[in-house]
């Protein structure tokens, strides 16, 4: 039986302080020849019951072991390009926030503003951060709660596990020299807080600077240009959740003009929810965006919209009350004794006739070849119909189009749909108006009931070749 040298010792002393599971370096220990009597007097520990592999949530990394619960989520930014390296996890995205959002950001930003601090807040270091601050989660502002939670749902971790957004703003000279976001082991126990280490920062430019205001990644051959609207997200942890310092960053001195930018920083846990609530995204979510924004509002051909409603109209008698499930499709509490919506078939000809005719339209506008799937009849919501917020079927929906046929409305009845970046958008569409969207991925509805006594439309659906 070996004894236990000092190199086991202070590896079983270094992920018991850490945290991590007992029984998982129990059984490490036992896989590595050591008695269970004497590991248990090692570490004056002994399991609660007999361990499997499928009981241990551990890995295994050389002679460590690391609580899953410690390592940094996998994640997928869908909108984004990712850097190709292997020395961390950095992704790019484009447009994230448009100029208007921007300015708002950066109003909210300049009217509350402090000076900066570092984590240990220690005043002989204020040259190294120079900038001023805004706490913009303590705000309770409802446009900034948007932005944050769409940052949530894009990089698809729960806002739990989050510390609250903040806003930064730079005038000339004022810089932050190089350093990384992570917490150092002299500064975790004091910012833990039941957070853990911080993972992900999601970095977002809201101006393009004069001069100067770039941000450094030296260890990554990599320079952040000040561009309006786009977001840089890192990792600053690797795989085994030790502290990566390829991550090392400086935000360069401001030469010209300013500089305002937005920072959100992810953590390992959450104080108020559990590992497995961490990761929100669902494979729809996970389907790579294959247009700019994700929709698009289209004139349907007259001739073949006079078509479709001559069909509507001589087949008015033989609608029938439409039955979907999953609740997608509900009443105001008012109209509860009617159907929400009824539907009319469409002949296989004309059905044919539909897919043919958008096919080469929508492959114009997704650049993709695809294949027709499915064209639903044409369904007519009926008085306080709403249309709950869902996103549709992952194998056959992923291009659609919707065309509106006939409405007898007393207000217009907007579809909610969102973009790619999680903001959402009203389309108000007219007889003989469509519009194509990335049905699968994107999230759509009518939450609002309808006023009027019909809202006729034709779902179309198709896939691409090589799904």
Known sequence: ?????????????????????????????????????????????EPAQKMSSQSVGQFHIGK??????????????????????????????????????????????????????????????????????????????????MIDERICQTIGIDAAFSEAIQGQFYEVGQEFKAHTDFFEKNELSDHDKGFGQRSFTFFIYLNEVEEGGHTDFPMLGVTGVPKIGDALIWNSLNADGSCNYNTLHHGMPVRKGWKAVITKWFRLKSPTKSFDQRLTKTDNEKIKPITEIGFKVEKLDELLHEKILNHYEINEVYKKDE????????????????????????????????????????????????????????????????LRAHRDRLDTHIVSCIINIYQDVDEDWPLQIDDHHYRT???????????????????????????????????????????
């Open 1 to 45: 039986m070996p004894a236990f040298t000092q190199d086991w010792i202070d590896w079983i002393d270094e992920n018991v302080n850490a945290g991590m599971d007992k029984d998982g370096i129990f059984k490490i220990l036992l896989e590595n020849g050591y008695e269970h009597e004497q590991i248990k007097k090692q570490m004056e520990h």
């Open 425 to 467: 958008h009203d389309i108000v569409l007219q007889p003989g108006d469509m519009v194509f969207y990335e049905g699968a991925r994107l999230q759509h509805g009518r939450e609002v009931p309808l006023k009027g006594r019909a809202f006729a439309n034709i779902f179309c659906h198709f896939k691409p070749v090589s799904a």
């Open 64 to 145: 460590k072991v690391v609580n899953e619960k410690l390592l940094p989520p996998v994640i997928s930014i869908e909108g984004g390009t990712r850097l190709d390296t292997d020395k961390a996890e950095f992704y790019l995205i484009e447009n994230f926030l448009n100029e208007e959002e921007c300015a708002t950001i950066i109003e909210k930003i300049q009217d509350h503003l402090r000076p900066s601090l570092m984590v240990d807040h220690d005043t002989k270091k204020s040259s190294f951060r120079t900038s001023r601050t805004c706490d913009m989660g303590a705000l309770n502002d409802p446009f900034i709660n």
């Open 323 to 386: 039955t979907v499930e999953g609740d997608f499709i509900t009443n105001d509490e008012e109209k509860a004794e009617q159907a929400p919506s009824t539907l009319t078939n469409l002949s296989a000809r004309l059905k044919k006739e539909i897919h043919d005719y958008l096919k080469p339209k929508l492959e114009e506008w997704s650049g993709v070849e695809l294949d027709p799937t499915f064209v639903y009849g044409i369904r007519t919501y009926n008085e306080g119909a709403k």
